[in-house]
């Protein structure tokens, strides 16, 4: 079952509700950016069943648990930064003061294993994507892209502004959990 919202606080409240009450037969709950996709076993509910207790899901009960942290450590010399600091009218010491000042949380995973879409970052730093994309951006580059921060987790075509990089490794099959960051995760960018 997809359910439409209207954005990420909506979607990320209806997922910690039905995370911290999953209904019967509910077997994985998949956040985007505007939609949540339940997935569920027919054999142990029905659509209608199912769609009642998502209608009557509160966003509100789903009130934000804590959560792991992950700390990223980043050189802060993305070929991007410059030109954010131009988009915001900031100095780039001042771009990466307020990028290592907030607290992220992963709002969703997609695009590519072990990449996730964060939220929560200083409001001043939302600038558009590049407007032409790159056919390779490093593993580990870091980068802005209207609400969202990102972390590349290996090299891939992309649009992000690159502010910086790290070389923690964000996704890795050998791991009993691949992905280093999945929904909920907390995040915090530590320059060094």
């Known amino acids: 079952m997809l359910v439409e919202l209207a ?8 997922y910690r509700a039905l995370s911290a009450a999953p209904p019967a037969g509910v077997v994985d709950l998949v956040p985007a950016a505007r939609t949540l996709l339940v997935m569920f076993d027919p054999a142990r509910t029905g659509v209608d069943s199912l769609a009642r207790v998502v209608e009557g899901a509160d966003p509100a009960a789903g009130a934000e648990a804590p959560a792991a942290t992950v700390e990223l450590p980043v050189s802060y010399d993305g070929p991007d930064l410059d030109a954010v600091a131009d988009l915001t009218g900031l100095s ?15 709002a969703f995973c997609g695009f590519a294993p072990g990449f996730a879409y964060l939220t929560g970052g200083d409001p001043a730093l939302r600038v558009p994507r590049r407007d032409s994309p790159r056919t390779e951006v490093p593993a580990g580059a870091v980068g802005l892209a209207g609400e969202f921060t990102g ?6 075509p992309g649009g992000w502004q690159l502010i910086g990089r790290t070389a923690e490794t ?11 960051l999945v929904p909920g995760t907390r995040v915090r960018f530590v320059a060094q």
Not at 7 to 14: A, I, K, Q, S, Y
């Open 7 to 14: 954005g990420t606080d909506e979607v990320m409240g209806l």
């Open 92 to 106: 780039p010491a001042e771009v990466v003061r307020r990028h290592t000042g907030a607290e992220y949380t992963v």
């Open 151 to 156: 972390v590349y987790p290996r090299p891939l």
């Open 170 to 180: 964000l996704w890795d099959v050998d791991r009993d959990q691949p992905a280093l």
